[in-house]
């Protein structure tokens, strides 16, 4: 645990404190809320622990399917670059620019195939084991 | 509403009116669970005189504060109701419509209530609820028949109608609506598309039938609930809703929504329907299921994020989006177009 970051090793801690000491106290419509708050921080420490790595590995697939030199950006720029790529590529997809069977679209389905199992790994990691 | 007296006293007067009958005692008034966008009360009763005397265990159902822009209102799940008895669809009897506002401070019905239990991790994950997974997948089959033989008629001129390429510009015409773009729904929806099927057969569809909408009582499929999304539109469409992934409540080894096998439910309804389904067809359906959940998951996210209604549980809604976008690509990768 030492190496998390702060605040995801303060949210696995409350979580575990949740958990252990609070829910055998508790009835079991408050159980599934316990649960459901259980849930919500386990996310967010999941979220907090990936950073911005998935960002910028999703804009490295993006800046080659589109022939963009590539770039090296964090934060707000990171994300603003990320939104425009997206924006174009949801475009794209509705214009049938990706219907025919290549090259385009085998690196089209592989970028939606890492965004996926990138937020599945924080939303709900078991969801990659099926 | 409140339970306080005024509002049981207001109750009684209205069903005392609506079912003739000289006095109505309301035992109990109670919220019960479930139901994020409809409110239900079990409303037990003793009514004195007139052709519903005795007593009875019935729910009174009416809006909730925050509504869904694609559900019926009140009135019009009535009417509903009404044409699915007829039509001897398992479903609960509805009994009187109230539209006077100041009676529960809004619109509400009362209905018979159906015995059983609906919540659909426990009639997934209760072995003891389902004792013969076949005879509940038959009896979920004939009656999604019997539903979908309700032809568009004028009784029910209000209800929309959504066939594949309704549905695919409704769910684009929402992802226009919001800043981030999500180029995976926009796959499947090209996909869906691409291989929409050339002819459709139009019927009445539930448009929510599936595990937790559904009683089941001492083994047996004792009626339908929630019908306020229903429709016309593709029959097919509810055969995929129900045999969705993200409905089978962790249980894949039983397609038809976590209770059952697939051949015991296809059969039974091709036989009662005289419809095919393909496997294609199945398939096609059940990628139109993960987009319309999608987009639902992403409204209730919405209600949540404006601040119109905090929810961790809306919160939470929003957080299955990647379970289903991972499923869309399984589904649409495996071939066809």
Known sequence: MKNLPAGADLLAIARRTLISELRPLLGESARYTLA????????????????????REALARLDALFGVAARALTGAALHDALREHDRRLARDIRAGAFDEDGDRRRA??????????????VSNPKGLEG | MTNDHGTRERLANFICAASGAQRV??????????????QNWALDAEATGGPHAGVHAWVLRMDAPATVAESLTRSEEFRVLQAMHDAQVLAPRPLWLCGDTAVAGSAFFIMERL??????????RDPALVPDRSRLARELAT??????????????AFLRTMLARDDIAH???????????YPVLEWGLRWCERNAPEREETTFIHRD?????????????????????????????DVGWLFAKCWRFGRDEYPVGGVAAAGDFIDEYEARSGRTVSPFALRYWQVMAHLRWAVIAMQQRERHRSGVEPSLELALTGHILSDLEHEILALTEAGAA
Not at chain 2, 171 to 181: F, G, V, W
Not at chain 2, 211 to 237: C, I, K, M, S
Request: charged share 25%; net charge negative; glycine share 8%.
């Open chain 2, 171 to 181: 769910y684009r015409a929402y992802l226009d609506t919001l800043e981030e773009s």
């Open chain 2, 115 to 124: 015995p059983g239990v609906a919540a659909g991790h426990k009639v997934a």
């Open chain 2, 25 to 38: 005692r309301i035992a109990r008034l109670e919220r019960m669970s479930g139901g994020a966008v409809q």
């Open chain 2, 209 to 237: 039938y599936r595990t937790g909408n559904y009683l089941v009582d001492a083994g047996a499929l004792a009626g339908v609930l929630d019908w306020e999304f229903a429709a016309f539109g593709n029959p097919l469409e």
């Open chain 1, 36 to 55: 459901m708050v259980a849930n919500a921080m386990a996310i967010a420490a999941r979220e907090i622990e990936a950073g911005e790595r998935p960002a």
């Open chain 1, 108 to 121: 089209l389905i592989e970028h939606l195939r890492e965004s996926v199992e990138a937020r599945l790994r």
């Open chain 2, 143 to 156: 009656n999604l028949a019997r539903i979908h033989s309700v032809q568009p008629h004028a009784a029910l």
